[in-house]
Antibody, heavy 120, light 107 residues
Framework: EVQLLESGGGLVQPGGSLRLSCATS????????MTWVRQAPGKGLEWVSA????????YYADSVKGRFTISRDNSKNMLYLEMNSLRAEDTAVYYC?????????????WGQGTLVTVSS | EIVLTQSPATLSLSPGERATLSCRAS??????LAWYQQRPGQAPRLLIY???NRATGVPARFSGSGSGTDFTLTISSLDSEDFAVYYC?????????FGGGTKVEIK
């Protein structure tokens, strides 16, 4: 059974940093691209970032480019999102998701999300 | 970036009725469009990928159609568990983008 479990969310001040983690199991992690998607309270879904299976290909939304870094540890089946220079508009539930194939493919499995709140 | 416009914003229907949801892209995305369902308090769930392919375990009452800029998600007969928000997403070009969503509510 495929499982994705996010952690690392919480309350952080504007300008601060946070690292999200996504623990995965039930599939051959290194064979699949992975994605982060966020959802601000009461709003729709926003694609944030994607990463190829080898970690060599990274993709970012313009709203987070230069501030967020996606990475993975294939030896630990873990996905990460390093978030710096956080802003109030980054407040959201962050979901990690498994891609069906490539980094641009649809996401067939999702975690339950972790809430990030950026506020003073 | 490619903008996806979903309509209507809200669809009020009764169980057993047919639901037709629309997603229009600001430029062609070929067939690279997916549909997701999100129930309250839950993570999104993939329903349809590449315009018309049902994801694993998705009931046959869900179907997708379209190509280019105009796409449709059809639910042939609404079940109580289908009342949720539906999002389309394109994967034709970076950055990937989602539509604003259509809420299907009980009439």
């Amino acid at each position: 059974e495929v499982q994705l479990l996010e952690s690392g969310g919480g309350l952080v001040q504007p300008g601060g940093s946070l690292r999200l983690s996504c623990a995965t199991s039930g599939f051959s992690f290194s064979s699949y691209s992975m994605t982060w998607v966020r959802q601000a309270p009461g709003k729709g879904l926003e694609w944030v970032s994607a990463l190829s299976g080898t970690g060599s290909g990274t993709y970012y939304a313009d709203s987070v480019k230069g501030r967020f870094t996606i990475s993975r540890d294939n030896s630990k089946n873990m996905l990460y999102l390093e978030m710096n220079s956080l802003r109030a508009e980054d407040t959201a539930v962050y979901y990690c998701a498994k891609n069906m194939r490539s980094s641009s493919s649809s996401c067939d499995y999702w975690g339950q999300g972790t809430l990030v709140t950026v506020s003073s | 970036e490619i903008v996806l416009t979903q309509s209507p914003a809200t669809l009020s229907l009764s169980p057993g009725e047919r639901a037709t949801l629309s997603c229009r892209a600001s430029q062609s995305v070929a067939s690279y469009l997916a549909w997701y369902q999100q129930r309250p308090g839950q993570a999104p769930r993939l329903l349809i990928y590449d315009a018309s392919n049902r994801a694993t375990g998705v009931p046959a009452r869900f179907s997708g159609s379209g190509s280019g800029t105009d796409f449709t998600l059809t639910i042939s007969s609404l079940d109580s568990e289908d009342f949720a928000v539906y999002y389309c997403q394109q994967r034709s070009d970076w950055p990937l983008t989602f539509g604003g969503g259509t809420k299907v509510e009980i009439k």
